[in-house]
């Protein structure tokens, strides 16, 4: 692994902040703000965003002082690694692939599925129904053509990607202030009654899903190689990120509840794009709010591209997977191989309809989780057995808040157990994970097997180099 030589570090502290921050926001703030409500009530929904935020911050935190001091492409690959050994790190890195694949993945979907409200109707040429999900021609090349432009700007370069993303990110927050800034003068605090449906019960009702609104600061360390900012910087500006998308989703919340009344979200199919025209008295606001939301979806597609690309370049570099997906262009200094993976996994993924990508979102939310606890025992490990580790950002009160981490991990994993409201659909998505799961213990055989000790050696040789750069 060699990543600090040939990868380019071009991306500015703007680049960086516009990553995460679009890779967190994505679509759900459109489609889900009512259900939000609707569940837990408007303050209700509100606190839930709050403590949900409370528990990424301490997970984000230990991030945060990992990335400073190991600035490495693959990020979660390297800490587990240098704490816990070549076997955490696979798992840790093959299952937060699985997380970072299956959203791109289901972007490819929810590209055709959102032009539905922009041009209603346009759905032709029927060709097959899966798991109750009619499929149809144009719908279908509406996914694979977005797929292949995303595929191709990725592999151009990063510098060309974040363009495209600073750009879309700068257009949501912008329309973003319209909405909130729309409802705080046009809505009114009548409309937000209920502020709070069951009680304790509401609020979990929404804390369940919030975490997995915060998916998406974590691509900041799988392109580490690639920023051009000092070490203690970067680690602030992934807690940065967090912060945003609280007070985004906290903020989107309160619009929408300003905006509508709980009957006019119960009629409504987009809760936020009709609060956008209602609090603007026309149609033309609404659609675009849609079309920031359409740069939503093209965010997170991006964020999650360059994420499973760099973990999967990780891997293959340190030879924990096949050699050949480690290569980088020439020219662009990008890992050819491993995005042309990802865009053919993601081209192929309309043919497949809405709910079979809902079940692989849904596996791939677990392998997010079990990464970040991961990391979070890293970090613990690490500051009892590295005190002495240069860490440019250093958290205050380490083995508090890597305690607070594993454990708020481990309790967001129990979230997809069987008894959970919450829990992976049986058989179809724990066979997704599972399968993953066997799939990476024949990689793992593999690797070991061809490759022998080489993982260790190209990993020693990375991170004692990394630390004479400090």
Same mark, same amino acid.
């Given at each position: 692994?060699?990543?600090?030589?040939? /990868?380019?570090?071009?991306?500015?502290?703007?680049?960086?902040? +516009?990553?995460?921050?679009?890779?967190? *926001?994505?679509?759900?703030?459109?489609?889900?703000?009512?259900?939000?409500?609707? #569940?837990?009530?408007?303050?209700?929904?509100?606190? +839930?965003?709050? *403590?949900?935020?409370?528990?990424?911050?301490?997970?984000?935190?230990?991030? +945060?002082?990992?990335?400073?001091?190991?600035?490495l492409v693959g990020g979660e690959h390297v800490y587990s690694y240098r704490a816990l050994g070549i076997t955490a790190s696979f798992i840790t890195t093959w299952t937060i692939i699985l997380g970072y694949v299956s959203v791109v993945a289901f972007e490819a979907v929810a590209l055709p599925t959102v032009l539905d409200y922009l041009v209603p109707g346009y759905q032709h040429g029927y060709m097959w129904t899966i798991a109750g999900w009619d499929v149809y021609a144009t719908w279908v090349l509406v996914g694979v053509?977005?797929?292949?432009?995303? #595929?191709?700007?990725?592999?151009?370069? *990063?510098?060309?990607?974040?363009?495209l993303q600073n750009l879309l990110t700068a257009l949501i927050i912008i329309v973003g202030i319209m909405f909130i800034t729309?409802?705080?003068?046009?809505?009114? #605090?009548?409309?937000?009654?209920?502020?709070?449906?069951?009680?304790?019960?509401?609020? /979990?009702?929404?804390?369940?899903?919030?975490? /997995?609104?915060?998916?998406? /600061?974590?691509?900041?360390?799988?392109?580490?190689?690639?920023?051009?900012?000092?070490?203690?910087? *970067?680690?602030?500006?992934l807690l940065l990120s967090v912060f945003m998308a609280a007070a985004w989703y906290v903020l989107i919340v309160l619009g929408a509840a300003r905006a509508l009344t709980v009957q006019e979200m119960e009629a409504s199919q987009l809760v936020t794009a009709d609060a956008m025209a209602a609090v603007f008295g026309g149609a033309w606001a609404g659609k675009l709010?849609?079309?920031?939301?359409?740069?939503?979806i093209i965010t997170s597609w991006i964020g999650f591209f360059i994420g499973g690309s760099r973990a999967i370049y990780a891997m293959a570099e340190a030879r924990m997977l096949p050699a050949f997906l480690a290569k980088l262009h020439p020219k662009y200094k990008t890992p050819t191989n491993a995005i042309l993976l990802i865009g053919v996994l993601s081209t192929l993924a309309p043919f497949f309809g809405r709910k079979t990508l809902v079940w692989l979102v849904d596996a791939g939310g677990l392998g997010i989780i079990i990464a970040w606890g991961m990391v979070a025992l890293s970090f613990l490990v690490l500051r009892k057995r590295e005190p002495q580790m240069v860490r440019p950002f250093k958290v205050k009160y380490g083995q508090f808040v890597g305690y607070a981490a594993v454990i708020l991990s481990l309790a967001l994993s129990l979230l997809y157990l069987p008894f959970s409201p919450s829990a992976l659909v049986w058989p179809y998505e724990w066979a997704i994970f599972l399968g993953w799961m066997a799939v990476g213990i024949i990689f793992y055989g593999y690797a070991r097997m061809v490759y022998g000790n080489a993982a260790d050696k190209l990993m020693k040789h990375e991170l004692e180099k990394i630390n004479v750069a400090k």
């Amino acid at each position: 692994m060699q990543e600090t030589e040939k /990868f380019n570090r071009v991306l500015t502290r703007k680049d960086v902040l +516009a990553l995460a921050f679009g890779a967190m *926001i994505g679509w759900g703030w459109v489609v889900l703000a009512g259900g939000w409500v609707k #569940t837990g009530g408007s303050l209700g929904a509100i606190l +839930a965003f709050l *403590i949900g935020a409370v528990a990424i911050i301490f997970i984000g935190l230990t991030y +945060a002082e990992l990335v400073a001091a190991m600035p490495l492409v693959g990020g979660e690959h390297v800490y587990s690694y240098r704490a816990l050994g070549i076997t955490a790190s696979f798992i840790t890195t093959w299952t937060i692939i699985l997380g970072y694949v299956s959203v791109v993945a289901f972007e490819a979907v929810a590209l055709p599925t959102v032009l539905d409200y922009l041009v209603p109707g346009y759905q032709h040429g029927y060709m097959w129904t899966i798991a109750g999900w009619d499929v149809y021609a144009t719908w279908v090349l509406v996914g694979v053509a977005g797929s292949i432009i995303i #595929t191709y700007i990725n592999y151009i370069g *990063i510098k060309t990607t974040a363009v495209l993303q600073n750009l879309l990110t700068a257009l949501i927050i912008i329309v973003g202030i319209m909405f909130i800034t729309g409802s705080l003068f046009n809505g009114s #605090t009548a409309k937000m009654e209920p502020l709070f449906v069951d009680g304790v019960k509401g609020i /979990f009702g929404v804390l369940i899903a919030v975490p /997995f609104m915060f998916v998406g /600061f974590d691509v900041i360390p799988q392109a580490a190689g690639e920023i051009k900012l000092p070490y203690k910087v *970067i680690g602030k500006v992934l807690l940065l990120s967090v912060f945003m998308a609280a007070a985004w989703y906290v903020l989107i919340v309160l619009g929408a509840a300003r905006a509508l009344t709980v009957q006019e979200m119960e009629a409504s199919q987009l809760v936020t794009a009709d609060a956008m025209a209602a609090v603007f008295g026309g149609a033309w606001a609404g659609k675009l709010l849609i079309i920031a939301g359409i740069g939503g979806i093209i965010t997170s597609w991006i964020g999650f591209f360059i994420g499973g690309s760099r973990a999967i370049y990780a891997m293959a570099e340190a030879r924990m997977l096949p050699a050949f997906l480690a290569k980088l262009h020439p020219k662009y200094k990008t890992p050819t191989n491993a995005i042309l993976l990802i865009g053919v996994l993601s081209t192929l993924a309309p043919f497949f309809g809405r709910k079979t990508l809902v079940w692989l979102v849904d596996a791939g939310g677990l392998g997010i989780i079990i990464a970040w606890g991961m990391v979070a025992l890293s970090f613990l490990v690490l500051r009892k057995r590295e005190p002495q580790m240069v860490r440019p950002f250093k958290v205050k009160y380490g083995q508090f808040v890597g305690y607070a981490a594993v454990i708020l991990s481990l309790a967001l994993s129990l979230l997809y157990l069987p008894f959970s409201p919450s829990a992976l659909v049986w058989p179809y998505e724990w066979a997704i994970f599972l399968g993953w799961m066997a799939v990476g213990i024949i990689f793992y055989g593999y690797a070991r097997m061809v490759y022998g000790n080489a993982a260790d050696k190209l990993m020693k040789h990375e991170l004692e180099k990394i630390n004479v750069a400090k």
